[in-house]
């Protein structure tokens, strides 16, 4: 992946400037470019989703409090992900603190993490569902035509960039824009109705 | 627009195209939820989890830091969208 990292790492400099001059409105797409990449981090320390989103928020507040404090000597993802690893961390700690008289530090997180691994915080029915919708995602990629398959294989599974992939594929890069672009669209077009039913809003 | 969407998971846009998109995904929340589900679906194929994020995740940080100073800054308004 990353054709472009700098243009990205350009830009999300060019938006904590703007932040850091009030421009609050700069500091939503900011929130839309990591807000994946963020709640997918917190959730490997915080399994229950809905507690990894309440953290991810946080990392964003801190984020913007402090923003004014980036001065770009890192790129800003970089910056992110360590309030984003930190937050994570002292929430376990504040959790395992809250269930516990012992005195847990920052170094017994991981201890910690391991133990929330264990505690189921999905519902039967819950479960469930998520394993028809990766079911779904399954099917819906064995079924697509091989050329749309193998692209988007190799972008999702093997992480290569798409010029990586045109060369693999032997064609343009635009094929292969296309060809992931159809996949994803195939899978969304399966998926959609699960989601309503499972309210997923 | 939603081929955009797409590219803009795996890096491929410029610098130009993802702050239109960017802009654009702010003022069309069907695209936001396009974006929302590639992702899940993307993070899913990846991992075997499918993490889904709630309606108002963004909007909440829009709340709070409506009226959250930064550190070091004066309080100030937000000016709105600068770049077109």
Redesign the interface.
């Known amino acids: 992946?990353?054709?472009?990292?700098k243009?990205?790492e350009?830009?999300d400099r060019?938006l904590v400037l703007?932040?850091?001059h009030?421009?609050?409105?700069?500091?939503?797409?900011l929130?839309?470019?990591y807000?994946?990449k963020i709640?997918?981090l917190v959730?490997r320390y915080v399994k229950d989703?809905?507690d990894a989103?309440d953290v991810?928020?946080e990392v964003?507040?801190k984020a913007?409090?402090?923003?004014?404090?980036f001065r770009g000597d890192a790129a800003f993802y970089t910056w992110l992900y360590r309030i984003a690893v930190n937050t994570a961390k002292n929430d376990l700690v504040t959790r395992s603190r809250r269930h516990s008289n012992y005195q847990v530090d920052i170094q017994t997180a991981e201890v910690v993490e391991n133990l929330l691994q264990l505690q189921d915080m999905e519902t039967p029915e819950t479960q469930l569902l998520?394993q028809e919708?990766?079911t779904t995602?399954k099917k819906t990629?064995d079924n697509l035509p091989e050329e749309m398959r193998i692209a988007?294989t190799l972008?999702?599974?093997d992480g290569l960039?798409?010029e990586a992939i045109a060369q693999a594929m032997d064609c343009p890069v635009g094929t292969v824009?296309?060809r992931?672009?159809r996949a994803?669209?195939a899978?969304?077009h399966e998926?959609?109705p699960l989601?309503i039913y499972g309210n997923?809003? | 627009m939603?081929?955009k969407i797409?590219?803009f998971l795996?890096?491929?846009?410029?610098?130009d195209e993802?702050?239109h998109l960017?802009?654009t995904?702010?003022e069309q929340p069907d695209l936001?939820d396009?974006?929302?589900?590639?992702?899940a679906?993307?993070?899913?194929?990846?991992?075997?989890?499918?993490?889904?994020?709630?309606?108002d995740?963004?909007m909440?940080?829009?709340q709070?830091?409506?009226q959250?100073?930064?550190?070091?800054?004066p309080h100030?308004?937000?000016?709105?969208?600068?770049?077109q």
């Open positions: 992946m990353n054709s472009y990292p243009n990205s350009q830009l060019e703007r932040v850091q009030g421009d609050k409105s700069a500091f939503d797409f929130v839309i470019k807000q994946h709640i997918q959730n989703v809905s989103q991810a928020q964003f507040i913007y409090r402090a923003i004014h404090s998520n919708i990766l995602i990629i988007i972008c999702e599974f960039s798409y824009r296309s992931i672009f994803r669209e899978i969304d998926l959609t989601l997923f809003r | 939603t081929e797409s590219r795996d890096d491929d846009l410029s610098h993802t702050l960017l802009k995904i702010t936001k396009k974006l929302k589900r590639y992702a679906v993307s993070h899913a194929i990846k991992t075997d989890d499918f993490l889904w994020i709630s309606i995740f963004a909440r940080i829009q709070e830091i409506q959250t100073p930064i550190d070091g800054l100030q308004p937000s000016d709105g969208y600068l770049l």
